[in-house]
Structures are given as structure tokens and as C-alpha cells.
């Protein structure tokens, strides 16, 4: 009796072909723009039906941001796990160095022209923004129960979880629309910041 295909092989096919979706969307976004590419587009260039495509993402403008989303919960494990006398400032700064380093190392090549989309398309900028926030609101969560030992606004912890983030998303602007290198802006702006927030 033959056998079925094992588990293993079905999870590599199912992650061939959602990188192939990833990756035929971001080459038909970049040519032809974000609103003239449609689910149909995407799912005929990477051989897949469009019913497979929505097994794998929910909307047009989740494909580009693959992977994304769930760097929200390492973020989070890497702050848990951050002792109570290491700073709470350097912990923020190398969490968030890190995981993006991650992301845009696993393909630099196809980072790029992703990250260049999120900030030239309107539609996915706001979707970048809508992500963006929930790292924010994780900082301002970590900080605030460093400061206070309750998870409670506190206008300082969101004020620096604002300002990194969106040295985060200047840095990433700088690099993909102006030719500049990430780490040395990132690193810049969050000296900036560090230098501005030394009281706290």
C-alpha cells in the first residue's frame, strides 16, 4: 500500500508556496502597483488558485507584510525575559535592533523592495502604521511596568515607546528611499533618543 504524504512534505509544499505567493505579489506590486495587482494576478504568477491564496492570507495587503505580524511575540518574550536590574531603555533598543535585523537579513534583496512598498503605497502604509502601533503599545507595556509594576498608562512609557518606533520606521525610510545604511541610521536616531531620555 503506498503511502500518504508525510506531514514534513506537506508543510514544506504549504511554505514553498506561500513564499511563492510573497514573493510573485511583492515583483507585481513593485511593476504595476499595489491597486492595479489583483488576488487573481498574484495567485496565477505564483501556480496557485485564488482559493489557496485566501488558505494563506486574508487580504491582498497581508501578503506583503508575510512574517510581519508575528515578530509582536518575540518582541514580547524577548522584553518577559529581560531581568529587573538590566536597563529597561537598552533592553527596548536591542529587542527592537534585533528583530528587525532578523527580518531584513532572511532576504535583503526582497526586504528592500517590501519595505519600500509599505512606504511608497498608501494603502500599505497605513497597514505598516496599524503593525507598527502594536509594537508600540508592547514598549509602552514593558516600560510602564518597569517604572510603575503595573501594566497602566503612564505618558512618559508611551512617549519614548512613540519616539523608537518611529525612529524605526525613519530609519527604514532613510535606507530604502535614500540610499542610507539601516543600522547606522537606526543606530543614530536611538542615540538621539537615548540621549534625549536619559532622565528616564
Partial sequence: MARGVGPVVRDAKKAATRRAMVEQAVALFDEFGFEATTVDDIAAAAGCS????????????DVVFDGLPERLSELAQFLDAVPA??????????????????????????????????????????????ISLTWEREVARF??????????????????????????????????????????????????LEQGFADL
Fill in 50 to 61: 485564488q482559493r489557496t491564496f485566501f488558505r494563506h492570507f486574508a487580504s491582498k495587503e
Fill in 143 to 192: 516600560l510602564s511596568t518597569r517604572r510603575s509594576g503595573a501594566d497602566e498608562f503612564d505618558i512618559d512609557s508611551e512617549v519614548v515607546a512613540a519616539a523608537v518606533i518611529t525612529a524605526l520606521r525613519a530609519a527604514w525610510r532613510g535606507e530604502v528611499l535614500h540610499g542610507g545604511n539601516f543600522d547606522d541610521l537606526v543606530g543614530r536616531a536611538l542615540k538621539l
Fill in 85 to 130: 536590574d538590566e536597563s529597561a531603555w537598552a533592553a527596548v533598543r536591542d529587542s527592537l535592533r534585533q528583530m528587525t535585523r532578523q527580518f531584513t537579513d532572511e532576504d535583503p534583496e526582497l526586504s528592500e523592495v517590501r519595505i519600500r512598498l509599505w512606504m511608497t503605497e498608501p494603502m500599505l502604509y497605513a497597514r505598516w502604521t496599524e
